[in-house]
């Protein structure tokens, strides 16, 4: 019988029940999980040594051809260094960080070398945990499929597009042969400055929490307990307040309170706990001068006890080793592996080397750390494997096995996701949409670059190659060029430097009857997205009023990675629209908005600060807001949370909020009609705040509570009900501890406000 890894995984089993003096009379009965599990089998078997290489994770570019940041080109196993990883230190996690995206069929064979050592040379045949950053869509994989980043997704106030948008990328990502992404980032983006803001789900941590769940969903397709095998394991990341800098700086340190902790950066994290989500990923920085890595009280107490998640815990990039060089808690390495392993993490992502490896074995057999504390880690690693279906066939699948790969269905919805995402900001003049015979010139930075419209993370980390571009896809210039043969174009080079490529901008602009000026920044992510400086680079600014000079009507186009302060040039513009980072076809789907196909439909899920100094979050204090002695207003923001315009002008009418006794339920009912007087039909995102007036922890202006996203065609006039609890309505006191005080709330929907008794 040809032997398969399968029947070589079950024959392992049979021995490590022979180890373990366990009689049975059948495989069956070895297979059998009300005996024994296949986790517990494999476990019982391992030595040390094995069960230190589980919990190792190594990069690619270790067992490769090529050194380390300079691999061959095509990426290509080196045998030798596969068998040292594998054989040698039972290395039990690979995971791809640098290079370029590839072919499915070539990461099958990267995939499938890996998995072919794993599951037939290594004493236990355990196969290799396989992960990826495939954050919005399969990014290294060519030809995927890909969405607007988190951000954008947040501002569609619709949750489904983003579950659906994670069973496609989870698709696409285990059409490749990768079972593990590291995503959703389901941290909290309260500065604006932070280089990993795009990645967020905005500033509100309810919206990252009912985004952040969807997107655990759309990867995993269940409850956690099993992923098949066109799902993949989700990884929360990054575990617990990573954007919490008080610089903005990436992985810098962040003071938050225990209150703050758990009302603002908990919430997101926990909810995907709720979903299932199967794995974390652990902030790089600390918190109150305590990195996370070696903090238990985040990493045990609260993320296991209090918040029970059951899952596997990664380290981030070099986390460990910046115990020592970065955070300098731990006099060597070999210290700081003692810290993050007692502190609870669970897989080191080393990435370079084995030294974790020698020295986690060293401290084992020292006694400092315990073989029980490795099997508590080495179990939630194979019951991974497990729940992947990896211990049943770990080798990637035909191309044929995933005809839905890069589908007309999938490009439709990333396509939904962008137009449901663009916020339109200002409209004087209803500017907009562009009469169909208009003579539009087109100009600026992103006008031009599919780069711009993807961000980071797109076929390579900083996604700023633009040789690896989806040529086939629309630019904003050749997306309007193709609804309208009647639009110019001057190319500008340059984000901090504008340099004219072709044509006479004045001239053209001049010959115009509308003006659409597309400006952005870099694509950039984590410490390469640092900046100084807030504002829209000033040569932007001094083309866009340049521009304006023609007296032309002008249409900004913010395609942007975080807000960039513009109010200098915002005054001069007859439209604003806010596209953020839209995927590969943000340009047909900012063209659609532009020409009035489809009426936008986004809102900010962030405040849009107007000056670098003073920015703040909608859900700030009132000390905030307004200085009583001399009047000035602290709390101004170029465009609030929650903003967006469409072409319909919707009006909210009739706001009606009732308490429902504890004795029939203790639920708030909130009714509000919402009616569309245009001839056009919308959907409107219906947001519900509340403000709770006094209490014992100075309490926010308002804070969100509910929404809902709704289609209204022309004319129509609809009921919205909400219904939420007292639950709902608590907050953190100062025990840390979540608490509800009754008294008097203020209920807001649109303009519209209510006020009610609650006991």
Not at 260 to 269: G, Q, T
Request: glycine share 6%; charged share 20%.
């Amino acid at each position: 019988m040809k032997m398969t890894s399968k029947n070589i995984f079950q024959s392992v089993l049979m021995l490590a029940l022979v180890a373990m003096n366990v009689s049975c009379s059948s495989q069956k009965d070895i297979l059998n999980p009300k005996k024994v599990s296949n986790v517990d089998l494999l476990l019982s078997s391992m030595s040390i040594e094995e069960k230190v290489g589980q919990m190792t994770q190594l990069n690619i570019d270790v067992v490769c051809e090529g050194e380390v940041y300079k691999l061959s080109e095509p990426h290509r196993l080196n045998a030798t260094k596969l068998h040292q990883a594998l054989v040698d230190y039972h290395v039990g996690s690979i995971l791809n960080c640098g290079g370029h995206a590839y072919p499915r069929e070539q990461w099958h064979e990267i995939i499938g070398g890996i998995q072919k050592v794993a599951t037939t040379e290594t004493r236990l045949k355990v196969p290799i945990l396989y992960g990826i950053d495939a954050i919005h869509g399969a990014n290294y994989v060519t030809g995927s499929t890909l969405f607007p980043q988190q951000l954008a997704q947040a501002a569609t106030f619709n949750p489904s597009l983003t579950e659906e948008g994670g069973r496609i990328t989870a698709y696409e990502t285990r059409a490749a042969g990768i079972p593990w992404n590291f995503s959703p980032v389901l941290d909290v983006g309260r500065n604006k400055n932070w280089s990993r803001f795009f990645e967020t789900f905005g500033e509100d941590p309810y919206v990252c929490s009912v985004f952040g769940s969807a997107l655990v969903r759309g990867y995993q397709g269940g409850n956690g307990t099993a992923v098949d095998n066109v799902h993949v394991a989700a990884c929360m990341k990054h575990f617990l307040g990573y954007s919490g800098t008080r610089t903005g700086f990436d992985r810098t340190p962040a003071i938050i309170s225990d209150i703050e902790l758990r009302e603002i950066y908990r919430p997101s994290f926990q909810a995907a706990i709720d979903a299932g989500a199967l794995t974390v990923m652990i902030n790089s920085g600390e918190i109150n001068g305590i990195p996370v890595h070696a903090d238990p009280k985040v990493l045990i107490d609260l993320l296991r006890t209090e918040m029970g998640f059951k899952g596997l815990a990664v380290t981030d990039w070099e986390d460990i080793i910046k115990l020592v060089k970065n955070h300098r808690v731990a006099v060597d390495l070999k210290e700081a592996t003692y810290l993050a392993v007692m502190a609870g993490i669970d897989m080191c992502m080393v990435p370079n080397d084995y030294d974790f490896t020698k020295y986690l074995i060293e401290l084992v057999k020292e006694g400092r750390i315990s073989e029980e504390r490795l099997n508590v880690s080495v179990k939630r690693i194979l019951e991974t494997k497990e729940k992947l279906g990896l211990l049943q066939n770990a080798m990637p699948p035909s191309v044929a096995a995933f005809p839905k790969f890069a589908s007309e269905e999938h490009k439709a919805a990333a396509l939904h996701t962008a137009e449901e995402s663009i916020t339109l900001l200002e409209n004087k003049n209803n500017i907009l949409p562009l009469k169909k015979d208009a003579k539009i010139f087109v100009t600026g930075p992103a006008a031009n670059s599919m780069t711009l419209l993807n961000g980071a993370w797109t076929r390579t980390w900083q996604g700023t190659d633009a040789q690896f571009d989806d040529v086939s896809k629309n630019t904003i210039y050749e997306a309007l060029l193709s609804k309208n043969k009647n639009v110019t174009f001057s190319e500008v080079c340059g984000l901090e430097t504008m340099n004219k490529v072709n044509g006479n901008p004045l001239e053209m602009a001049a010959n115009a009857d509308v003006i659409v000026v597309c400006v952005s920044e870099l694509p950039s992510t984590e410490l390469p997205g640092n900046i100084y400086d807030l504002e829209l680079p000033k040569a932007q600014q001094e083309y866009v009023k340049m521009l304006q000079s023609t007296l032309k009507p002008v249409v900004l186009v913010l395609v942007e990675n975080r807000p960039r302060i513009v109010r200098d040039i915002v005054d001069g513009c007859s439209a604003v629209v806010m596209a953020y980072q839209p995927g590969d076809f943000g340009g047909d789907a900012l063209a659609n908005i532009l020409y009035g196909d489809v009426n936008p439909s986004g809102k900010l899920p962030f405040t849009y600060p107007k000056f670098q100094v003073g920015t703040s979050t909608y859900d700030h204090k009132y000390t905030e807001t307004f200085d009583k002695d001399f009047g000035n207003k602290a709390f101004q923001p170029q465009w609030e949370f929650g903003y967006g315009l469409s072409y319909s002008n919707v009006q909210y009418e009739n706001l009606q909020v009732s308490y429902e006794s504890e004795a029939m339920g203790g639920e708030i009912f909130i009714r509000v009609d919402v009616v569309n007087p245009s001839e056009r039909s919308v959907k409107e995102s219906v947001l519900v705040f509340a403000t709770d007036e006094v209490a014992s922890i100075t309490p926010s202006v308002k804070k969100l509570k509910a929404f809902q996203k709704i289609e209204l065609a022309p004319k129509q006039k609809r009921t919205v009900e909400f219904s939420i609890s007292k639950e709902d309505l608590k907050f953190i006191g100062k025990d840390a501890q979540p608490i509800f005080e009754s008294g008097a709330f203020q209920f807001h929907v649109g303009s519209l406000t209510k006020r009610l008794i609650i006991e």
